[in-house]
Nanobody
Framework: QVQLVESGGGLVQAGGSLRLSCAASGSIFRINAMGWYRQAPGKQREMVATITTGGSTYYADSVKGRFTISRDNAKNTVYLQMNSLKPEDTDVYYC????????WGQGTQVTVSS
């Protein structure tokens, strides 16, 4: 089993920044891709950013140029630096990791006030 623990969510004004962290622990031999997704009530969960083991990154069009994903393989941790936040970025953000299967974190709330 693998556990993902997220931190760093909160309330911020539009234009502000937040940094999310997600640490993986448990029966980890090798973590493949890690990423961040977000979901609003009643909507489908959507990919925000993904980073592969080799460091390749992928972003949703809505966050390109504002968000940066990174990872520390030695610490099994992935980060999401979110700058120039907008009210429409308000969501619950979930960490995802692919090990032997897909694992999800419990989610962290990000609220951006206008």
């Amino acid at each position: 089993q693998v556990q993902l623990v997220e931190s760093g969510g909160g309330l911020v004004q539009a234009g502000g920044s937040l940094r999310l962290s997600c640490a993986a622990s448990g029966s980890i031999f090798r973590i493949n891709a890690m990423g961040w997704y977000r979901q609003a009530p009643g909507k489908q969960r959507e990919m925000v950013a993904t980073i592969t083991t080799g460091g390749s990154t992928y972003y949703a069009d809505s966050v390109k140029g504002r968000f940066t994903i990174s990872r520390d393989n030695a610490k099994n941790t992935v980060y999401l630096q979110m700058n120039s936040l907008k009210p429409e970025d308000t969501d619950v953000y979930y960490c995802r990791a692919i090990v032997d299967r897909v694992y999800w974190g419990q989610g962290t709330q990000v609220t951006v006030s206008s």
